[in-house]
């Protein structure tokens, strides 16, 4: 179809070159005037045939490209169809803004600000989705930061969602979200001192500069999945870590360290626990119609000294 519409273009293109070379060549006048031309010379031919050649070669050029973008298209569907990758389709949004089952970002209620009314793709059949349960422990930390969520299946970003988090006395507060993609993150500064919000994580990279009380709220919208370290570039102890989540499937783990998700397709899915102070661990479990059951053990890591905003120690930026 693509080459059809191309070879079309080729055509009227080169029907308006020739009613525009043909009055030259064969010595027409305008109409209403009597005035002859001499015939064409070698000059002109050599003229009109440098033209159709260059508009030749646009053509040529026109139909790779679309072959390209026409191969690539190919390409994409052949890859999703091999990996089992769904359409973008997750469960409804949680009215509350948060995960499944709490009320928030950080999964306690209220610890995260406000949640904005939030948007999501459509609910995928029930009869193609079961749910995961399992369980986590962690060697040398405890419980009560750790999420699971899954990874491999792909949700449009969420509107008009929004969370808070300060600062405030030197700290962010809450120092931990998991938001899903599209999420917009706002930091006031409720401090009479700057300070100055920046993370230099992949792909959510940013900085909000120097602003203290008073001053209008800065903000980031989180655009892809991810873990974003937080800091301030002039208090080095003040950090927040923030999950960025492709959909809604995912939960904060219970106090025994059980979890269980809903809405979850059916199929090879990754899923990951991870905690702020653990090493994150994916696994692959198989959901069948009658669910899906998975283990998780972590370790705990204590925290790594960071630089600021310019990869320097602080104390050493002026």
């Known amino acids: 179809m693509i080459e059809l519409k191309l070879l079309a273009r080729g055509l009227a293109l080169g029907l308006v070159i020739a009613n525009l070379a043909l009055p030259r060549l064969a010595g027409a006048a305008p109409e209403g005037n009597g005035a002859t031309h001499a015939p064409p010379t070698a000059a002109d031919f050599a003229r009109l045939e440098a033209q159709v050649n260059e508009q030749r070669q646009l053509i040529i050029q026109l139909m790779q490209n679309e072959q390209q973008r026409y191969d690539m298209l190919l390409k994409l569907?052949?890859?999703?169809?091999?990996?089992?990758?769904?359409?973008?389709?997750?469960?409804?949004?949680?009215?509350?803004?948060?995960?499944?089952?709490?009320?928030?970002?950080?999964?306690s209620s209220g610890a995260a600000g406000k949640a904005g009314t939030g948007s999501a793709t459509p609910a995928i059949p029930q009869h193609k989705v079961a749910a995961l349960d399992g369980k986590v422990s962690v060697s040398g930390g405890d419980l009560s930061e750790v999420y699971v969520f899954v990874e491999n299946v792909r949700g449009a970003p969420v509107r008009n969602r929004t969370i808070e988090i300060k600062q405030e006395n030197k700290q962010f507060s809450p120092r931990l979200a998991v938001v899903q993609t599209g999420t917009q993150v706002v930091f006031p500064n409720l401090d009479t001192v700057f300070h100055n919000v920046f993370s230099n994580s992949p792909k959510n990279s940013f900085d909000l500069g120097s602003y203290r009380a008073g001053d209008k709220a800065r903000s980031v919208v989180m655009t892809s999945p991810g873990l974003v370290e937080v800091f301030c570039n002039v208090h080095q102890k003040m950090n927040v870590n923030i999950m960025v989540v492709p959909n809604n499937l995912y939960t904060k783990v219970r106090a025994d360290g059980s979890f269980r998700i809903e809405n979850v397709p059916v199929g090879a899915r990754t899923v990951v626990a991870w905690s702020p102070n653990t090493t994150l661990v994916a696994q692959k479990v198989e959901v069948t119609p009658s669910g899906g059951q998975t283990t998780f053990s972590l370790e705990y890591e204590e925290v790594q000294a960071h630089a600021n905003k310019l990869g320097l120690p602080y104390g050493s930026y002026k």
């Open 77 to 107: 569907i052949g890859s999703a169809s091999a990996s089992g990758a769904l359409p973008p389709m997750t469960p409804p949004a949680d009215p509350s803004g948060g995960p499944h089952g709490t009320g928030t970002a950080d999964g």
